[in-house]
């Protein structure tokens, strides 16, 4: 079963994001929240939603979780799977 963690600060639209552990985004965990093992992103998710209610799942890691389009770092961050040159 994947770990999990919460961002503890929010990203620019307020949001604080899910990561599994070792996800290129995942800040450093100093800045996270552990939220332990589950399953899928979805029970990370309602952990994480205990503390911050804009929990979302972060687009590249937890993806089924993530509700919207792809982040905007994905258009400039060469190396990246999507990335637009």
């Given amino acids: 079963m994947p770990y ?22 995942m ?13 899928t992103c979805h029970g990370a998710l309602a952990r994480a939603r205990e503390r911050y209610a804009r929990a979302v799942g972060c687009y590249w890691c937890c993806l089924e979780c993530h509700p919207g389009p792809e982040p905007d770092h994905a258009l400039t961050t060469p190396g990246v799977p999507g990335h637009r040159d």
């Fill in 4 to 25: 999990y963690h919460v961002a503890k600060a929010p990203q620019p639209g307020g949001d604080h994001e899910v990561h599994q552990q070792g996800c290129m985004y």
């Fill in 27 to 39: 800040p450093a965990p100093a800045d996270c929240l552990p939220l332990g093992r589950h399953p």
